[in-house]
């Protein structure tokens, strides 16, 4: 793997918003959004400045949350820690992120001074580790500083508070903060402990002082009472959702002391061996060479028509290090912004939307081998299932009493578009009003993905089919007969209005073709667990009658039945290409239903590329499933262009994470596709990457798979079979080899084995 490093020149500016804190302090968005290198290991986020008079880290827990309530609340700032040095006249200064080893770091020059810092988060040891050093001995000196941001309480309309208390205390070497937000009655702890190699510590009432010392190492573990268990979800009383559960206190020692048992060496090859074979396991080559100007100019650079082959690779993995950070086992899922926000009031809650944002978070979990980030929404799931039950009898026994069942599980589960780690939406709630029912199974599509990804029959039978056979519970209580037909009534395409206000219809496109997913997908796990009963047999004949896709008089995916010609309701240009779902991420427009496949490619050229960022990352995935490289392209310069940020975060604006992720997945759905039976090599390859290799990329039946090319044509290509299986490859019929027939390569994999192919 190449050596991969967004870098910089300059610290990260002062911006031009201010979040007051208990210690008053000036704290930019615009630094923080647009120039901050984000750290992370699950458990927190890290954002870090590289600031040289006073350093600003900038600490996020994900639990640490208000409700979402008149556009109010979400998750909060979960610290700030400054690092007092009161240098400011410096040479020689770079700061970076490296993505091989998962590190941070800031160099510069003072008064003839070598200064450096060094920062990474363990996933192993949970906490964050920062080395500050020294060339010149006892040449070290700062203050430790932490600030708790503050809360203005304010009143929901039931009337209760939401504002945060905080308080900071220091002992010998040890900084605790700590502190409630009010409305969950979250209690949370934070530690700092601060170990120097020679030099003075001096521990004063809320801060720490360190002097002349040859280098420091600052460790930082910080934790909620928050457990993301069912309970959580079901209690309805907010006071009481976490009354049971203890004060993280303890447990935030026991991280802290653990990991001051091993050096600064120790943490950082802990730290090594966990992240870099995730970051290794997949890789891209376009032939791009590592140029020698900062990310910021390179980034300007593209944006004014300079292709940059390793930008696009740098970008590539930098969405798979972002996932790396944000989602790991055992941790909460990655939400909206990932696991970092600096707000008061984060945008958008930094929830988990259910409308496709969140679903596109984990899409490259998938095809670039990193199939294990998926398990905390996997967690999350089983954990808000109870609760989503509930929603769907109550959604049922509301608006189709004649259907609705009194036995547990009868009535299936649902989830509307709003998340969050204490509860979840229902299609009752008025403000999830403008997404229908699909919106279940854009969520329960990812379930079979992981399945397909994985071929784990275990999981199968225990997690998946079980999720998407009682989605498929619910919509047979929801659809209603109409010409013949079997179609979704309270039916709405996301976010879509007509004469400014959310459009509802019966059967539009995006519910009936998520409805057809869930129907197919759990009628191929029934096949394969040979789970064979009445009920599926009523799947079999019912989802023949779901008319999932339709064609209009422009030639168009109608995105409402009703609807003769393209743009006749709703907004021409929408963000959301919701009727195209089936298109991606789900399969049932594909090249066996050609004329599908044209009226998307209309439909998408109506839409218009210009959007916002997640939209152009989600287009970017669907131009790749209809195999047109160029355009796919096209959409890849735009997100570099138009929707990306210094630090390479998407910007909807603001800041979302959904476009990183969704625009890798894109980048991968380019180079390799499977979800045709077969796997496709180089599916939408544009004419300027003529020339390339990729190693580690996924296939559905658990392949892996490792291709170099020249001049657009395959030269070798390795398989990684890791199930027992048949692999079928599609190459195309100019390729001609003994192992090459009807333009496909097929044999029998054993799990284990690799398979390489010479085609030139």
């Known amino acids: ?399 189709f009493p004649e259907n609705f069942s009194d036995k547990a599980g009868e009535n299936g589960w649902i989830i509307g578009t709003g998340g969050w780690l204490y509860k979840i939406s229902g299609m009752s709630e008025p403000f999830t009003g403008h997404s229908g029912p699909g919106t279940g199974e854009l969520t329960s599509k990812l379930f079979w993905d992981y399945y397909a990804f994985t071929m784990d029959e275990n999981h199968l039978k225990d997690t998946v089919y079980p999720a998407i056979l009682s989605l498929s519970r619910f919509y047979q209580k929801v659809l209603i007969s109409q010409d013949d037909k079997l179609l979704a009534k309270y039916s709405a395409s996301p976010e879509q209005r007509q004469n400014g206000v959310h459009y509802h219809t019966t059967g539009c496109a995006f519910d009936q073709q998520m409805i057809y997913e869930n129907y197919h997908d759990t009628l191929k796990a029934a096949d394969i667990l040979g789970c064979q009963d009445s009920y599926i047999e009523k799947l079999r004949e019912d989802i023949k009658k779901l008319d999932p896709v339709l064609v209009g008089e422009s030639g168009q995916i109608k995105e409402y039945r009703e609807e003769s010609h393209y743009g006749d309701i709703g907004d021409h240009h929408h963000r959301h290409i919701s009727h195209l779902i089936g298109l991606y991420p789900g399969t049932v427009i594909n090249c066996n239903t050609p004329q599908w496949m044209k009226a998307a490619e209309f439909s998408l050229n109506q839409r218009g590329d210009e959007s916002t960022g997640w939209s152009t990352a989600h287009k970017l995935n669907t131009w790749a499933r209809l195999k047109k490289g160029n355009r796919a392209y096209d959409l890849l310069n735009m997100i570099l262009s138009k929707c990306t940020l210094n630090n390479l975060w998407d910007t909807h604006p603001p800041f979302q994470i959904d476009g990183n992720f969704g625009a890798t997945a894109g980048i991968a759905e380019m180079l390799l596709q499977s979800h045709e039976d077969c796997i496709h090599i180089l599916p939408a390859l544009p004419d300027e990457w003529s020339n390339g290799a990729y190693s580690g990329l996924t296939a559905r039946g658990n392949f892996e798979i490792s291709v170099t090319w020249q001049e657009r044509r395959v030269k070798t290509l390795e398989v990684l079979a890791k199930s027992n299986g048949i692999c079928r490859i599609f190459l195309g019929d100019e390729y001609k080899a003994d192992c090459i027939k009807d333009g496909s390569i097929i044999f029998t994999a054993n799990e284990g084995q690799r398979y390489s192919f010479d085609l030139s």
């Open 1 to 399: 793997m190449k050596n991969y490093e967004l870098w910089y020149e300059k610290e990260a500016p002062l911006g031009y918003e201010n979040i007051a804190c208990f210690e008053p302090e000036n704290i930019p968005d615009e630094g923080w959004e647009n120039w901050s290198l984000p750290l992370g290991n699950g458990y927190m986020g890290v954002n870090v400045f590289g600031r040289v008079n006073t350093e600003r880290l900038q600490i996020t827990e994900n639990s640490l949350s208000n409700p979402y309530v008149l556009k109010k609340g979400g998750l909060n700032n979960f610290c700030e820690l400054y690092l007092d040095f009161g240098h400011e006249h410096v040479e020689n200064y770079k700061r970076g992120l490296r993505l091989n080893d998962g590190t941070a770091y800031t160099t510069y020059r003072e008064k003839g001074v070598d200064y450096t810092r060094q920062h990474f988060t363990s996933y192993p040891d949970k906490v964050f580790v920062t080395k500050l050093s020294s060339s010149a001995k006892g040449g070290l000196s700062f203050t430790i500083r932490p600030g708790i941001p503050y809360v203005k309480p304010y009143l929901n309309e039931e009337g209760d508070g939401m504002g945060k208390t905080g308080k900071i205390e220091t002992k010998d070497n040890l900084i605790t903060f700590s502190g409630i937000m009010e409305y969950y009655g979250i209690q949370y702890e934070g530690q700092i402990h601060v170990a120097v190699s020679a030099g003075k510590i001096v521990t004063k009432e809320t801060t720490i002082e360190v002097t002349q010392a040859d280098s420091a190492v600052i460790l930082m573990a910080v934790g909620t009472n928050y457990k993301m268990e069912s309970r959580v979800f079901l209690e309805k009383e907010h006071q009481n959702k976490l009354a049971l559960y203890p004060h993280p206190h303890d447990t935030v020692t026991s991280i802290i002391n653990e990991a001051k048992n091993y050096s600064y060496e120790e943490l950082l090859e802990r730290h090594k061996q966990d992240y870099c074979p995730l970051i290794q396991r997949a890789s891209i080559d376009l032939g791009g060479d590592k140029e020698n100007v900062p990310t910021d100019v390179l980034l300007e650079e593209y944006r004014k028509g300079c292709r940059s082959r390793y930008l696009e690779e740098l970008y590539f993995q930098y969405g798979r290090y972002l996932l790396i950070s944000s989602s790991r086992p055992g941790t909460y899922p990655a939400n909206l912004q990932g696991t970092w926000n600096c707000y008061e009031k984060s945008p958008w809650s930094a929830g988990y939307w259910h409308n496709i944002n969140v679903q596109m978070n984990y899409w490259p979990a998938f095809n670039t081998n990193l199939i294990e980030m998926f398990e905390p929404y996997i967690d999350y799931f089983k954990a808000y299932r109870p609760l989503a039950e509930e929603l769907a009898s109550d959604y049922i026994k509301h608006h």
